[in-house]
């Protein structure tokens, strides 16, 4: 398992927000605060946002707006586990806070840079960028609230070269650094915010080695749990290691459930980070139990997670490596690397292509099962539907993310091609009834009067 930890942008974004409150372009400052804001509860659409933001910023030359949001682009690209776009922003974001002489942003700019290096295996090139990181910021004497928010995040990926590494117990290490540095924040909110986070980190670096810790921790981030946070990325890591947890007691309905929260947490939040391990224990249940359809589903739903996070690495190695070193000789061990990431990316397209068409033989079956399922009027309908199809909710809030769960359900009678007449009979409504919510979908989802509902949502 190689689970990466949170890096604390929540309160860097407010940090920095901050530190440019007396500046003149107040309407462009405004905005960009409120991206900010935005990025933690829509991480994609306010992605959308910020090339917009990052024009004007240029236009009118605002360095702090320009360099928050390039910091932003960055985090966004971890999040999605981008590595290659991930090597050239961390770049980018380096070179301009240079320029600018902007202490943080340097830090935070070679912080990244060290989170490519490391995924790639380069330990040794990620834990200089971080060592240059944190004597950037030890050199800082403001003061300043965000210099010490951005030694925790320093921190934070340190944990992660090591856990990149294999070692587990000195990631551990570096977190209990950061927490043990709470005295730092004076107010009691901000302390639980803090480490709400910190707690949920250490508990996915516990989770490979102690069991019992990782329970601990996992449980008592929830407790701390802002009331205002939905279910982010901090939550996702609490579901992923109790799910881990009631797996290793061998209790896996209840691990099901809470690898199942992981995955809603990680479709609200819009981050990626860490998928990988909950579909790999997912298989392991549903190979247990012998529920072929669903290790079939998820087999081919790790696949993909896997091969577009192999091409990001290998794309970003290339970047890294040989295109960074064009003037030196290129170590024959770096190489070596470059094109044994290019032979298993291959192999995985093909095993991948393989799969999709086991999955085509097995449709009519899940299908029937399905239908079963609604007919005895049977709870476990739901969660059957997303084995079977495992992107359709996710599709359905990236069109709307305000859809209410029974909106959702309601669209997964409509993805099986039920009539109105047979939707009325399993779900015990009248057929009038029905048609109201077909026209609420529609309504919802923007669906043009003149398409055909069923045809609309089987392209979903």
Not at 156 to 162: C, I, K, R, W
Not at 232 to 246: E, I, P, Q
Request: hydrophobic residues 40%; proline residues 1%.
């Amino acid at each position: 398992m190689n689970i990466r930890i949170i890096i604390l942008y929540f309160f860097s974004l407010l940090a920095v927000t901050g530190s440019y409150a007396d500046d003149n372009n107040e309407s462009l400052k405004m905005r960009v605060a409120k991206n900010g804001g935005l990025f933690r509860e829509n991480l994609d659409q306010a992605y959308n946002e910020i090339s917009g933001l990052l024009l004007e910023a240029n236009q009118i030359n605002d360095t702090i707006s320009k360099l928050v949001l390039i910091e932003r682009k960055c985090r966004y690209f971890y999040a999605k586990s981008q590595y290659d776009s991930l090597n050239e922003t961390s770049i980018f974001l380096l070179n301009q806070a240079s320029h600018y002489k902007n202490n943080y942003f340097q830090a935070m700019g070679h912080m990244f840079q060290a989170e490519g290096y490391s995924v790639n295996n380069l330990y040794e090139r990620a834990l200089k960028s971080l060592t240059q990181a944190y004597n950037i910021l030890n050199k800082d004497k403001s003061g300043e609230a965000i210099i010490f928010l951005a030694k925790a995040n320093v921190l934070n990926s340190f944990a992660n070269v090591y856990n990149d590494k294999g070692e587990p117990d000195k990631a551990v290490e570096k977190i209990k650094e950061v927490i043990g540095s709470y005295n730092s924040l004076k107010n009691i909110d901000d302390i639980n915010r803090f480490q709400y986070l910190n707690y949920s980190n250490i508990s996915g670096l516990y989770a490979q080695f102690d069991m019992d810790s990782a329970e601990y921790y996992a449980k008592m981030s929830m407790e701390i749990k802002p009331t205002h946070v939905t279910e982010d990325k901090a939550m996702m890591t609490n579901y992923y290691v109790l799910g881990k947890v009631y797996k290793t007691k061998g209790e896996h309905q209840l691990a099901a459930l809470f690898y199942h929260k992981a995955m809603e947490a990680s479709v609200i939040s819009g981050i990626s980070l860490n998928l990988t391990e909950v579909y790999n224990d997912l298989i392991d249940i549903y190979k247990i139990e012998g529920n072929k359809d669903s290790t079939l589903v998820y087999e081919n739903k790790l696949k993909n997670m896997e091969l577009n996070i192999l091409q990001s690495k290998y794309n970003s190695l290339q970047k890294v490596v040989i295109k960074g070193d064009q003037n030196k000789t290129t170590p024959l061990w770096i190489l070596f690397i470059v094109a044994a990431i290019g032979i298993v990316f291959y192999t995985l397209w093909r095993l991948l292509a393989k799969k999709e068409q086991v999955a085509e033989a097995v449709s009519n079956e899940a299908y029937n099962s399905l239908i079963q399922l609604l007919k005895e009027n049977d709870s476990g309908f739901y969660f059957a539907f997303e084995q079977v199809f495992p992107d359709f909710s996710e599709k359905l809030l990236a069109i709307n993310s305000s859809l209410a769960k029974s909106e959702i359900e309601f669209c997964f009678l409509l993805k099986l091609k039920l009539t109105t007449k047979e939707i009325a009979k399993f779900t015990f409504i009248e057929p009038r009834t029905v048609q109201n919510k077909k026209y609420r979908i529609r309504k919802r989802l923007d669906i043009p009067s003149s398409a055909d509902i069923y045809v609309w949502l089987d392209s979903i």
